[in-house]
């Protein structure tokens, strides 16, 4: 009976001899959190230089490499694996080479094509000094960040609330001990005081002086008191005495002199 031929497993042409990929490179299902590893094979980057032409065959050694991924197509046909002109024309998952600071950094966005001009960013990984990483989602970052603040908020909630039992220990044993320290303690500082004022006082000769009210209306009549009534009328009623009091009064009420 006849089988199926195998298709030969890829070969990286950077390495001599070859053979295929180590059943650990093969990674998870896209979108599995990966970000707690890191890859590196020191053994290589004292082979090969890293640079932008070697640097995704670098990469394909990690765990983070699909090799269902257009770019092992062109590896197998023998071109370039990140020529866009043949991705372009292509659907499926694909590696870009988004970033390049070489020799240090150079970031590889896993997406996925559609179309020409059609794709779907899925994940992101960056290569730092030899070194592979998976860049965490930025939702991922934020639940980090929220959930480190409220660590720290609640880690001084706590310190207060302790440091504030022993103050109302204190008090207490303050409350149990004699007044006489109580008394001393409430002792008035003449020089605060007199530097208090001073400060006031600088600070109102630094005012400009309040300005003059502004003149009454004409026929506007100041509101008097009782006191000012009474006096007022007293005045008013001094007038009306016009007679002479010792002819037309009588004996009985003429004044003393």
């Known amino acids: 009976m006849a089988t199926t031929p195998m298709i030969p497993p890829p070969v990286n042409s950077n390495f001599e001899g070859g053979g295929p990929p180590p059943p650990g490179a093969i990674p998870p299902p896209p979108g599995t959190d990966m970000t707690g590893i890191c890859f590196r094979d020191q053994l290589w980057l004292n082979t090969y230089p890293l640079d932008r ?23 197998i046909r023998a071109t370039h694996p990140l020529d866009i002109s043949h991705l372009s024309k292509m659907t499926g998952t694909e590696y870009m080479l988004s970033e390049v600071l070489e ?12 179309g020409p001009e059609k794709v779907t960013p899925m994940l992101t990984y960056y290569v730092l000094d030899g070194s592979i990483y998976q ?24 310190t207060a609330a302790s440091k504030l039992e022993k ?17 001393a303690k409430e002792t008035i500082d003449f020089k605060e005081l007199k530097r208090v004022d001073h ?41 009306l005495a016009s007679v002479d009091p010792i002819i037309d009064q009588g004996p009985s009420k003429r004044m003393k002199v």
Request: net charge neutral.
């Open 103 to 114: 020799p240090h950094l150079f970031v590889f966005r896993k997406q996925k094509r559609d």
């Open 199 to 239: 400060i006031l006082a600088s600070l109102q000769r630094k005012l400009p002086p309040a300005p003059p009210p502004p003149p009454f209306p004409d026929g506007y009549a100041l509101p008097t008191t009782e006191g000012e009534k009474g006096s007022s009328d007293a005045q008013q009623a001094e007038p």
């Open 135 to 158: 860049a965490p989602q930025l939702c991922n970052v934020f639940a980090s960040r929220v959930g480190r603040a409220l660590y720290h908020i609640s880690k001084a909630f706590t």
């Open 167 to 183: 103050v109302g220990y204190v008090d207490a044993e303050n409350e149990s001990a004699p007044a006489e320290p109580k008394a």
């Open 53 to 75: 032409n070697l640097v995704f065959d670098y990469f394909a050694l990690s765990p983070f490499y699909d090799y269902t991924c257009n770019n092992e197509q062109l590896r």
